[in-house]
């Protein structure tokens, strides 16, 4: 039986994961992704009770209930490498003998719901509106780094914008998918669309303020691009990782974007908490019918 190493798989003196500071009792199966730490609170004060707060660095979970429903609510703080972190450690926290150092026999799948914000790249959708990823092209690198799968037809789409990029992109994109069950349990009736995961915030997402960026035309090529009936219509930062691990990992993922800015009209939400707000109740009440 395969142990895993102390240095792969690293617990903190009370057991509990290396940077999430979690034991295995702290989550529930469904758990609340976002970026910003603080907008755990936001989350968990819908809950109808809290029974776990922890955290660690830019990780915080709230454990609760809502509607009879148990269910965690996780910060990844910003950007795909953290999500290699969230990922592999609440994989850990449920599909690992933590004593033993063994991979249970019987895999669990969890259920990983993301709530972030977003920027528009395309002029005719709203600001203030709510969309799915149904893909995501990550512009990282990091599921370069773990073995994963596409289809024909994916395989196709990624090489066509693969194509497309500058030069200066010295590392291919990658494709990952959303969960098809939870795209149409939780998804039903939201605009659903491809989204890119961009590897920083201004010149990877073509904004420049004062360093000049290599690609002045990157946000152009994003909006242009087309394959088939499919477009891209936001970027964001964990979604392509976020997928790609749930799927490597064997767990379902989807990703909910609360689009907040418009980078082709150049319109930014006039009320961004109370936007926020409005989709975390929106996506909690589907979340706990599930
Ligand atoms: O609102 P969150 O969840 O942090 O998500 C988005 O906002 C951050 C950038 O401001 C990135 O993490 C991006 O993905
Ligand atoms: O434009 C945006 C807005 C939110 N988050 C991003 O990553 N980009």
Redo the contacts with the bound molecule.
């Keep these: 039986m395969y142990t895993i190493p102390s240095t792969d798989l690293i617990l903190n003196a009370d057991g509990s994961a290396y940077h999430l500071n979690l034991l295995p009792q702290d989550i529930a199966d469904t758990i609340i992704l976002?970026?910003?730490p603080d907008?755990v609170t936001e989350v968990s004060k819908h809950f109808d009770s809290i029974e776990l707060r922890k955290g660690k660095r830019e990780f915080i979970t709230h454990t609760g209930y809502m509607a009879g429903k148990r269910m965690s609510v996780v910060s990844?703080?910003?950007?795909t490498d953290n999500i290699d972190i969230v990922l592999n450690e609440l994989d850990a926290l449920v599909n690992i003998d933590l004593k033993t150092r063994v991979v249970h026999q019987e895999l669990k799948k969890l259920n990983l719901v993301?709530?972030?914000?977003?920027g528009i790249v395309q002029a005719d959708i709203e600001v203030d509106s709510l969309l799915v990823s149904e893909a995501a092209i990550g512009l990282d690198a990091l599921m370069h780094y773990y073995k994963h799968a596409l289809t024909e037809e994916q395989e196709q789409m990624l090489s066509a914008f693969a194509y497309a990029l500058p030069q200066e992109i010295v590392h291919r994109p990658y494709l990952s998918i959303a969960d098809e069950y939870l795209l149409k349990t939780l998804g039903e009736g939201i605009q659903q669309s491809v989204t890119i995961?961009a590897p920083g915030?201004y010149a990877p997402q073509g904004r420049q303020i004062r360093a000049q960026s290599t690609m002045p035309q990157l946000l152009d090529i994003i909006e242009k691009f087309k394959f088939k009936n499919k477009r891209i219509t936001n970027l964001?930062?964990?979604?392509a990782g976020i997928y790609g691990m749930a799927t490597a990992l064997g767990h379902r993922a989807i990703s909910f974007n609360?689009l907040l800015a418009n980078r082709i009209t150049d319109k930014f939400s006039t009320q961004p908490a109370e936007i926020m707000d409005r989709y975390i109740v929106e996506v909690l009440s589907r979340v706990a019918r599930l």
């Design positions: 976002v970026g910003d907008r990844t703080g910003i950007g993301r709530i972030g914000t977003s995961t915030f964001e930062m964990e979604t609360v």
